[in-house]
T-cell receptor
Framework: GNSVTQMEGPVTLSEEAFLTINCTYT??????LFWYVQYPGEGLQLLLK?????DKGSNKGFEATYRKETTSFHLEKGSVQVSDSAVYFC???????????FGQGTTLQVKP | DVKVTQSSRYLVKRTGEKVFLECVQD?????MFWYRQDPGLGLRLIYF???????EKGDIPEGYSVSREKKERFSLILESASTNQTSMYLC??????????????FGSGTQLSVL
């Protein structure tokens, strides 16, 4: 079945460090891929998305590229800020079921 | 601004109690969802609804039921709460149609503790 696997956290970085959070997926067909972010005390919100192979999603300085050959959608940011501290979820949209399938979530803590 | 409101931020209940978690959205969305969020497991879909009076089981429906009497309101019911249902519960909604599920709007969550 469809599934999403993220790197385990927590990830702790200093401000202005480079961020990578790994995400790989298993899916039949050609799913759309997403990153959602959950700030402390809030619900999840869509951060970025990519709908086909080689697409790059970007928002707020974050980027992720849909890599079909490696079934990956790693999240990157060149210079993190304290305000980026949150839980990040990778997800895929199953075309067959119309359901979003989430990874385990990765907690990012950025220290000043 | 889009809003999904969950009635309680924190809830403490006893084993065996019947528990109602309420969710209301003000965006006239057709689709509504209930997830539970547990450390290391991410979000798991409990139930969802694509229309009033309609419901479908998600991946982990056992021990839960739902009610959707009005378009804006989707209730999650724990018939007889158990300690393994201690979790963060998240409600979400999206526009009509399966393709629109890519952009879910989430509430802030209800942290339920069953003692």
């Amino acid at each position: 079945g469809n599934s999403v696997t993220q790197m385990e956290g927590p990830v702790t970085l200093s401000e202005e460090a480079f961020l990578t959070i790994n995400c790989t997926y298993t899916a039949t067909g050609y799913p759309s891929l997403f990153w959602y972010v959950q700030y402390p005390g809030e619900g999840l919100q869509l951060l970025l998305k990519a709908t086909k192979a080689d697409d790059k999603g970007s928002n707020k300085g974050f980027e992720a590229t849909y890599r079909k050959e490696t079934t990956s959608f790693h999240l990157e940011k060149g210079s993190v800020q304290v305000s980026d501290s949150a839980v990040y979820f990778c997800a895929l949209l199953s075309g067959n079921t119309g359901k979003l399938i989430f990874g385990q979530g990765t907690t990012l803590q950025v220290k000043p | 601004d889009v809003k999904v409101t969950q009635s309680s931020r924190y809830l403490v209940k006893r084993t065996g109690e019947k528990v109602f978690l309420e969710c209301v959205q003000d965006m006239d969305h057709e689709n509504m969802f209930w997830y539970r969020q547990d450390p290391g497991l991410g979000l798991r879909l409990i139930y969802f609804s694509y229309d009033v009076k309609m419901k479908e089981k998600g991946d982990i429906p056992e021990g839960y039921s739902v009610s959707r009497e009005k378009k804006e309101r989707f209730s999650l019911i724990l018939e007889s709460a158990s300690t393994n249902q201690t979790s963060m519960y998240l409600c979400a909604s999206s526009l009509a149609g399966r393709a629109t599920n890519e952009k879910l709007f989430f509430g802030s969550g209800t942290q339920l503790s069953v003692l």
